[in-house]
Structure formats: C-alpha cells, structure tokens
C-alpha cells in the first residue's frame, strides 16, 4: 500500500514537471504589413488629438461650472431681495 502511494507520488511530480517544462514554445513570427502599422500610428496621432480637446473642453467646463457655483452661493445669500424680485415679475405679468 505504501509503494502504491509512493508510486501515484512519483507520477503526478513527474507529470506536473513535464507540464510545466513545456512553457508556452517560440514566439511566431509577425505577419503585419506596414500598411497596417502606418494605419495604427495615425489613429494613435488622432486619438492622441482628441484627447487633448477633450481635455480643454473638460477644462472649460469646470471653469464654467466653478463660475455657476459662485453664483449659485451669492445667491443663496439673498433670498428676501430674490422673492421681491419674483413678486415684482408675478405683478408684471398679471399672475397676481
């Protein structure tokens, strides 16, 4: 039984050694023509591109949106003044 043991052991190291001694073999060759890789480039260069007008825009955006907040809080600050200013509008327009 012992031998038997040993035995089953010995096969599965032999086995997980031959598996792990074959690796994953040569890289094969590469197939791709330089049509392709010029392709490639230029859709690097265009994507490089928008990203860099993305990145602008983003910019602006938060300028603008850093602006609004400003208004926002100075506006906050001065709620009777804003309801007159809405009463003023409502008598305006016949609402009341």
Do not use: H, W
């Amino acid at each position: 039984m012992k031998l038997r043991g040993m035995g089953v052991a010995l096969f599965s190291l032999l086995l997980a050694a031959a598996l792990l001694s074959g690796g994953c073999g040569g890289a094969q060759p590469c197939t791709t023509s330089l049509v392709k890789l010029d392709e490639t480039r230029l859709d690097v260069e265009t994507y490089e591109q928008e990203a860099a007008e993305t990145a602008k825009d983003v910019a602006d955006l938060e300028k603008k949106l850093a602006q609004k907040k400003s208004e926002i809080e100075q506006v906050k600050e001065k709620p009777e003044e804003l309801r007159k200013k809405v009463n003023d509008l409502k008598k305006g327009s016949g609402r009341e």
